[in-house]
């Protein structure tokens, strides 16, 4: 009996204990090494709806990369999930900007070189029957296939309910 009072004491003050919570995962930087090569993104820049996000990679190994064609973008929610987005390559519709839709060319990244991608879309309400998008996080990978990198844009991307964005290609920077 003294034995079962000592079980049902123990299991008393076990379930009075609060669970613990799960660890949040580590807040993604703006800044994204890996071993070869380095994303950051530049700052959202807006003006009447139209936003712009520059995204920088820097090879950062000690020997020559090839890079071609488009950074690989998938935009996160909150709980980084992915949002459903259109993402196409050029302006994809959302403004005429020059120099946006160049085709990618084959760049050989030597050392401590860097190449410039920028990422398009409108900040547009068209649709009262539809909640504004807003996602939270960037999954960017230098072209597809590549390692993944999941970075934080301050702002977020604000599309309202336009779910469409544009990606220009990588392209060396201009003098």
Same mark, same amino acid.
């Given at each position: 009996?003294?034995?079962? +009072?000592?079980?049902? #004491?123990?299991?008393?003050?076990?379930?009075?204990?609060?669970?613990?919570?799960?660890?949040?995962?580590?807040?993604?930087?703006?800044?994204?090494?890996?071993?070869? $090569?380095?994303?950051? $993104?530049?700052?959202?820049?807006?003006?009447?709806?139209?936003?712009?996000?520059?995204? *920088? +990679?820097?090879?950062?190994?000690?020997?020559?990369?090839?890079?071609?064609?488009?950074?690989?973008?998938?935009?996160?929610?909150? !709980?980084?999930?992915?949002?459903?987005? !259109?993402?196409?390559?050029?302006?994809?519709?959302?403004?005429?900007?020059?120099?946006?839709?160049?085709?990618?060319?084959?760049?050989?990244?030597?050392?401590?070189? !860097?190449?410039?991608?920028?990422?398009?879309?409108?900040?547009?309400? !068209?649709?009262?029957?539809?909640?504004?998008?807003?996602?939270?996080? +960037?999954?960017?990978?230098?072209?597809?296939?590549?390692?993944?990198?999941?970075?934080?844009? *301050?702002?977020?991307?604000? $599309?309202?309910?336009?779910?469409?964005?544009?990606?220009? #290609?990588? #392209?060396?920077?201009?003098?």
């Amino acid at each position: 009996m003294r034995h079962l +009072l000592i079980l049902t #004491a123990l299991l008393a003050l076990t379930a009075c204990g609060r669970p613990q919570p799960l660890p949040m995962p580590p807040p993604p930087s703006t800044t994204t090494p890996t071993p070869d $090569l380095t994303i950051r $993104l530049g700052t959202v820049d807006g003006a009447m709806g139209l936003r712009t996000l520059g995204i *920088q +990679l820097t090879n950062e190994t000690t020997t020559p990369t090839q890079i071609n064609g488009y950074p690989d973008i998938r935009v996160l929610d909150d !709980t980084f999930h992915p949002l459903p987005l !259109t993402i196409g390559h050029g302006t994809n519709g959302v403004a005429t900007i020059d120099d946006f839709d160049t085709p990618p060319q084959p760049i050989t990244l030597h050392p401590g070189d !860097t190449v410039h991608a920028a990422l398009l879309w409108r900040n547009l309400v !068209t649709q009262t029957d539809r909640k504004a998008t807003l996602g939270t996080y +960037l999954d960017i990978a230098p072209t597809p296939g590549a390692k993944r990198h999941i970075t934080q844009p *301050q702002g977020g991307i604000d $599309l309202g309910n336009t779910t469409t964005l544009g990606v220009s #290609a990588w #392209a060396k920077p201009t003098p």
